[in-house]
């Protein structure tokens, strides 16, 4: 009996004759003869072979799988053995463009995930040469993030702990924000994803937020800024005798710095841009990123009131009103405006809409201040000089074998979410004295998801639905739910967070809670990519597609629930994946089942209201806010960006940003030829894009 096989790094591992068998059956369906008995007949055969010539030794994987061409071509399959060999060569390649890239892959990771983190995240020596494997990276985090219980209890057993947050991250369950994996344990220690830094309506306020908004970037965390309070253009400057410049101007004083910046940072600043729709300059604020390549280094959102939308609705008139004086310096139809934003948003995909009001509605805090700006991607409402640490729990990991949510795994995974980032505050290095006490303040933390898309097709759930909307209340009731416990848990072992008297826990009759927010939908990102799942709560972007992995390098790429289903149900062909990706839509291919077409349905397959529904579903038991993008096909009209924003307000979202394929010059998922003297257009889509906004900010976290 073979117990054993060396695998090609030299490993000694456990023989599972069930790899043989799906290699075979694979293979089979590759040229649609998928015939499971068959192919048990052949992998018995293998398996026989192979303990008579390895009986007194460890066969390597080369031995297996040479054993499987054998046997195949013995039993006149040829055209199985001819898929068997292009398998080999293919995942032979990948073996080669890893280590190409330089990256010793000990959690066989696939090569996107592989490029992400040779890119960004694990570290490196002075010459740039990678020294750490993917599950040394997750236990160099594991091991500074575990150590801050030992501040509460120093006879706590924190090997354990870190072995459990380890186990969580190796295992691709959870995933803490970008800085937390690339700075834990270095000299950089600062861990947070978020920012807020205020502008105050002077020149030395302006450009202090300027030299904060650098060490921000600097250390791969994103920052947010209201330019609210700044006077309007061509307003007096009493010290001067001279004229504002106005919001707009001194914005692109940031953009430009962030522009410098980036070129030295281990991923691109972003920043938010909001100005309130009462300013005198809103409308040259919307406008303000007409132009292609101009404020490329930032979101912007216009932040709506409850006034303004009534006004909207009922056709009247708002004031605009000028920060410095607070006096009304002019009335305009706020109809009009809102028309303009839709306008923009239309053919650029900027600005979105922030609900200001929503937002410090559900302030845990208002004793201290109100919210006026988020981060980057509009997730996070923060205070002015707080920070957020955010992670996110892979839903695709919490579906058992029987295709059914494992709720008791889900909840050791928010437990575990919610200890995990109330420890990252306490071994954060924070950039900033002022962001360090705010944040230690309230204690926020923003727990969610990712692989939402991929949990409803293995439940066979389309997106598009009621049912999907009534599982995402679910399960975001269940997380906030559980966090909770766990905070509360928290906060009489650790103390609630300092603010805790007067905020709403207070008010709610809590008599601990550790932290004053605790969960966020973030729109995940590269970390969706490195966990091999969709991204945040988005729709899946394509069933099939190019992906561009690295120069000279692109690889077919489809979705791995698909290629099991297609398999399955014997209509996988390689040449039926490539037809997809011309399109990365199945709904008008008639040779796949209908019931599978209802399954995978991507972002611009369905209409815009389910983006926006599932948003206000999942919003309405979250702390924080959604991050979500409606995309929409390039020939989506204005009246259609309307009902969006309309029906946004309507649900109590707390923002809404929508993206018009095609709006933008530079997108990072596009139609394109793919070149090699191929003339066929594919869906393609660059390393770094793991679904949601298709443009060149950095969406991430």
């Not at 992906?547 to 099991?564: A, I, K, W």
Request: charged share 30%; aromatic share 8%.
């Amino acid at each position: 009996m073979i117990k054993k096989v060396r695998k090609r790094d030299g490993r000694i591992v456990k023989f599972d004759k069930n790899r043989i068998f799906n290699a075979i059956l694979g293979a089979m369906r590759e040229v649609s003869y998928g015939d499971e008995d068959v192919a048990r007949k052949i992998s018995e055969r293998v398996i026989e072979k192979l303990e008579y010539e390895f009986r007194d030794k460890i066969p390597d994987v080369e031995n297996i799988q040479d054993t499987v061409e054998n046997i195949l071509m013995e039993e006149g399959l040829n055209e199985v053995a001819r898929a068997y060999i292009i398998y080999r060569h293919k995942h032979a390649e990948i073996r080669e463009s890893k280590q190409i890239i330089g990256v010793k892959d000990d959690l066989k990771l696939n090569i996107n995930a592989i490029k992400v983190l040779e890119s960004r995240y694990l570290m490196k020596d002075i010459n740039g040469k990678v020294i750490e494997t993917p599950s040394q990276m997750f236990r160099r985090v594991a091991r500074v993030i575990a150590k801050a219980d030992f501040l509460y209890d120093k006879t706590i057993d924190v090997k354990g702990i870190e072995e459990r947050f380890y186990n969580a991250m190796s295992n691709l369950e959870f995933l803490p924000n970008s800085p937390t994996l690339m700075n834990a344990g270095t000299e950089i220690g600062q861990l947070s994803a978020c920012f807020v830094i205020p502008i105050d309506d002077s020149m030395r306020s302006i450009f202090s937020a300027v030299k904060y908004m650098a060490l921000i970037h600097q250390s791969g965390g994103g920052t947010g800024f209201s330019f609210s309070r700044l006077r309007p253009k061509n307003d007096i400057v009493k010290s001067t005798k001279g004229v504002a410049s106005g919001p707009v101007s001194f914005m692109r004083v940031f953009d430009t710095a962030t522009e410098v910046i980036k070129q030295g940072g281990k991923r691109r600043g972003a920043n938010m841009g909001i100005l309130h729709v009462t300013h005198p300059d809103i409308e040259e604020f919307i406008r303000c990123k007409e132009k292609v390549g101009e404020f490329s280094n930032f979101n912007i959102s216009v932040a709506v009131t409850d006034k303004f939308m009534e006004a909207v609705i009922d056709d009247t008139d708002i004031e605009l009103i000028n920060p410095r004086t607070k006096k009304a310096v002019n009335r305009v139809s706020a109809r009009r405006i809102f028309d303009l934003i839709v306008a923009n948003a239309w053919k650029t995909g900027d600005p979105g809409v922030i609900f200001i009001d929503e937002i410090n509605r559900h302030n845990p805090t208002p004793m201290i201040g109100e919210i006026e700006c988020t981060n980057p991607c509009g997730e996070q409402p923060l205070l002015p000089y707080e920070s957020c640490n955010l992670g996110s729990i892979n839903l695709s990991r919490i579906v058992d074998d029987n295709r059914k949510i494992d709720w008791d795994r889900l909840r050791e995974i928010v437990r575990l979410g919610v200890h995990f980032l109330d420890n990252v505050i306490d071994v954060n290095k924070f950039p900033l004295k002022k962001i360090e006490n705010r944040t230690k303040g309230n204690r926020k933390i923003g727990l969610g998801v990712m692989g939402f898309a991929d949990m409803l097709i293995q439940l066979g759930i389309p997106y598009n639905s009621k049912s999907a909307l009534k599982l995402a209340e679910r399960i975001m009731k269940f997380i906030s739910r559980t966090a909770i416990e766990k905070s509360i848990e928290l906060g009489e072992l650790r103390g609630s967070f300092p603010n805790f008297n007067g905020s709403i826990w207070d008010k709610r009759g809590y008599s601990s809670m550790r932290n004053a927010t605790l969960t966020t939908i973030a729109p995940t990102g590269t970390i969706s990519i490195i966990a091999s799942c969709s991204s945040g709560i988005e729709p899946i972007f394509a069933v099939s597609y190019i992906r561009n992995v690295m120069e000279g390098t692109r690889l077919l790429e489809v979705n791995p629930f698909f290629e099991r289903m297609a398999m399955r149900r014997n209509f996988y062909s390689r040449e039926l994946m490539m037809k997809i990706a011309r399109k990365g839509s199945i709904q008008e291919l008639g040779e796949i089942p209908s019931d599978i077409r209802d399954i995978f349905v991507t972002a611009l397959d369905m209409e815009p209201e389910w983006h926006v529904r599932m948003q206000a579903a999942f919003q309405r038991y979250t702390d924080n806010a959604v991050s979500k993008t409606v995309n929409l096909p390039f020939n989506a009209t204005p009246d259609d960006i309307k009902k969006i924003f309309m029906l946004a307000y309507k649900l109590k979202c707390k923002g809404v940003t929508v993206y018009r394929y095609g709006s933008k010059e530079n997108q990072v998922l596009y139609l394109g030829s793919i070149g090699e003297g191929k003339d066929e257009d594919f869906i393609r889509a660059e390393s770094e894009y793991s679904g949601g906004c298709p443009t060149d900010i950095y969406c991430s976290v």
